[in-house]
């Protein structure tokens, strides 16, 4: 059953990554291609049945971490929060113009889900976000 697992989270990821990709969030095309290859690695390694383990801690090919089927992903919520709240901090301060804002910005995009963002945008709008975004 991990093994399923372990295809579903490398498809997802590869899928993630492509978006981020289509999005203009890729900065990096050498780390791009190296994360691509990771995942396409993983994949292989589970259609030709060498993704396998005794005691269902998986060692994925070119991963210096092993998957822990205890701990199937990591909560992003507070990540996802605090990268929102940071970048308006920063426009706030710097203005939008200023580019090291944009960090906070694909974090944001990256982490947290779309109906998140626009209820946020819609709070801050109607001055009653709960955030402190002053610089």
Same mark, same amino acid.
């Given at each position: 059953?991990?093994?399923? !697992? @372990? +295809?579903?989270?490398?498809?997802?990821? +590869?899928?993630?990554?492509?978006?981020?990709?289509?999005?203009?969030? #890729?900065?990096?095309?050498?780390?791009?291609? +190296?994360? @691509?290859? !990771?995942?396409?690695?993983?994949? +292989?390694? !589970?259609?030709?049945? $060498?993704?396998?383990? @005794?005691?269902?801690?998986?060692?994925?090919?070119? $991963?210096?971490?092993?998957?822990?089927?205890?701990?199937?992903?990591?909560?992003?919520?507070? !990540?996802?929060?605090? $990268?929102? #709240?940071?970048?308006?901090?920063?426009?706030?301060?710097?203005?939008?113009?200023?580019?090291?804002?944009?960090?906070?910005?694909?974090?944001?995009?990256?982490?947290?889900?779309?109906?998140?963002?626009?209820?946020?945008?819609?709070?801050?709008?109607?001055?009653?976000?709960?955030?402190?975004?002053?610089?």
């Amino acid at each position: 059953m991990a093994l399923d !697992h @372990s +295809k579903i989270a490398a498809d997802a990821l +590869k899928e993630s990554l492509e978006q981020a990709k289509s999005k203009g969030l #890729v900065e990096d095309e050498d780390v791009y291609d +190296k994360v @691509s290859g !990771h995942l396409d690695s993983w994949t +292989k390694a !589970h259609e030709d049945g $060498s993704l396998k383990s @005794s005691t269902g801690a998986i060692s994925f090919p070119g $991963s210096p971490t092993r998957y822990d089927p205890r701990f199937p992903n990591q909560n992003q919520t507070a !990540h996802c929060w605090q $990268s929102y #709240v940071d970048y308006f901090k920063c426009i706030n301060a710097k203005g939008e113009g200023f580019k090291p804002c944009q960090q906070f910005r694909r974090g944001y995009l990256l982490l947290c889900p779309q109906s998140w963002v626009e209820k946020w945008d819609e709070q801050r709008e109607a001055g009653n976000f709960v955030g402190d975004l002053s610089p």
